[in-house]
């Protein structure tokens, strides 16, 4: 299965932009969908977006709709997130997720996905 590495975290303004990524490993990129989580200090992890294996269809969750997008590049192995107008409620360290599938579906709960990055911190001070 694939390993996934998240970059592109780090401390901005309120209102500003980060975009982060996250690269697999392995040739079969393309066969999962992949799906963005946080977690917060003492919260539970929550989902942000979730995309499916070619790309066409995504979903968000109502706190990031028209602010964050989700993309991939199965020729890269990565899948984006894009943040924009962030707030300091975005703050968490956000995780990207996999989970092998045969339909173009996407998933929205964490236990949907079996393989997890490391995570990488988002930091939005006001």
């Known amino acids: 299965q694939v390993q996934l590495v998240e970059s592109g975290g780090g401390l901005v303004q309120a209102g500003g932009s980060l975009r982060l990524s996250c690269t697999a490993s392995g040739r079969t990129f393309s066969s999962y969908a992949m799906g963005w989580f946080r977690q917060a200090p003492g919260k539970e992890r929550e989902f942000v977006a979730a995309i499916t294996r070619t790309g066409r269809n995504t979903l968000y969750a109502g706190s990031v709709k028209g602010r964050f997008t989700i993309s991939r590049d199965n020729a890269k192995n990565t899948v984006y997130l894009q943040m924009n107008s962030l707030n300091p409620e975005d703050t968490a360290v956000y995780f990207c997720?996999?989970?092998?599938?045969?339909?173009?579906?996407?998933?929205?709960?964490?236990?949907?996905?079996?393989?997890w990055g490391q995570g990488t911190q988002v930091t939005v001070s006001s």
């Open positions: 997720a996999a989970r092998l599938t045969l339909g173009d579906l996407y998933y929205t709960s964490a236990p949907q996905y079996s393989v």
